[in-house]
């Protein structure tokens, strides 16, 4: 990996609460594996993942990308080399 990923206590939070929510559904694993996958993909690639979504006041893009049952957005720090993992959501399963 040659970018860090990183992400705020409150960002923590949230991701324990929704992977707490998709064990409550079955989920639990295809969160947990999700979630891995995208933050290795970030980390070895993060322009080759997702597509932008917004842009903040500055410029500066924020990106979204989903991999069921999981949806982040991030941004880009390049001359840092470092993502920053704004907001998580979980995706509902069919039969939810």
């Known amino acids: 990996m040659g970018w860090k990923v990183t992400f705020n206590a409150v960002f923590r939070a949230?991701?324990?609460?929704l992977h707490a929510e998709a064990r409550s559904f079955g989920q639990d694993e295809a969160f947990a594996a999700a979630f891995q996958s995208l933050y290795g993909r970030l980390g070895n690639d993060p322009f080759g993942v997702g597509e932008i979504?917004?842009?903040?006041?500055?410029?500066?893009?924020?990106?979204?990308?989903?991999?069921?049952?999981?949806?982040?957005?991030?941004?880009?720090?390049?001359a840092d080399q470092v993502v920053w993992i704004t907001h998580v959501h979980r995706l509902a399963s069919p039969s939810e």
């Open 14 to 17: 949230r991701l324990d609460d």
């Open 53 to 78: 979504r917004y842009r903040l006041s500055g410029g500066k893009p924020v990106h979204g990308v989903a991999t069921a049952p999981v949806s982040i957005q991030f941004a880009i720090y390049e």
